[in-house]
């Protein structure tokens, strides 16, 4: 199965590591990878997040230039 999940508009994944969340937060879909399953996030925030989330996630992770 695949699964897109799009952040809250205008949240990036820079926002939940400077909230100290973002472990936490991607947790769930680290789970869902381990099951068997394609994750891909949508963030609102800049193309370090695409840094942030690769050492945590297998997942590809896009970043909506368009907001």
């Known amino acids: 199965m695949r699964i897109v ?5 205008g949240v990036g994944l820079k926002n939940w590591n400077d909230d100290g969340i973002l472990d936490r937060e991607l ?23 695409k840094k942030l989330a ?3 996630i297998k997942g590809q992770v896009l970043v909506n230039r368009w907001h």
């Open 5 to 9: 999940v799009f952040l809250t508009y």
């Open 54 to 56: 690769s050492s945590r």
């Open 27 to 49: 947790a769930i879909w680290v789970s869902h990878e381990k099951a068997g399953n394609q994750v891909t996030i949508v963030s609102y925030g800049g193309s370090k997040d």
